[in-house]
């Protein structure tokens, strides 16, 4: 069974595929009596796999809430409040056995995506960032939070 979201959203993306080839066959003249039952079917397995992604993106924020990577997500959130950029959403996973958040902002016009690893560590645009300042400035967005930090 897979332990990964994306796996399973992927699982979940070709079911409700399937489901969408059954839906347009059901329009054929002859089409077989059971391609409704099975309609439901797929329909059934979705939730179940729907399901199965929350408890797992449950459980790994829960674990999350207790790595050092928990306090990098509470100051990057704060720093990105102080400059004005709108948290859009968080996502919890795990790859490899490390536990990580993608947390989707908007700066200005722009949805961006960093990634919190449980160690701390950020993750932008294939970067690795080890001090949250370092990334605030490579963001440019360092003055908001961290006056103090560039002599302002």
Known sequence: MPKKTTDLNNILTAVKGA?????????????????????????????????????????????????????????????????????????????????????????GKDLLSVRIFETGELEYHNVDYYDIKIFAMQLGIASCAYPRFLGN
């Open 19 to 107: 489901r969408e080839i059954l839906a347009r066959a059901m329009v054929i003249k002859n089409a077989p009596e059971y391609i409704v039952p099975a309609i439901s079917e797929l329909d059934k397995v979705s939730a179940l796999i729907t399901k199965d992604i929350t408890l797992l993106s449950q459980g790994v924020q829960e674990e999350f809430g207790e790595t050092s990577g928990a306090a990098t997500l509470s100051e990057l959130k704060h720093l990105l409040h102080a400059a004005e950029c709108a948290v859009i959403g968080e996502e919890y996973d795990c790859l490899l056995g490390q536990m990580f958040v993608n947390l989707k902002f908007q700066e």
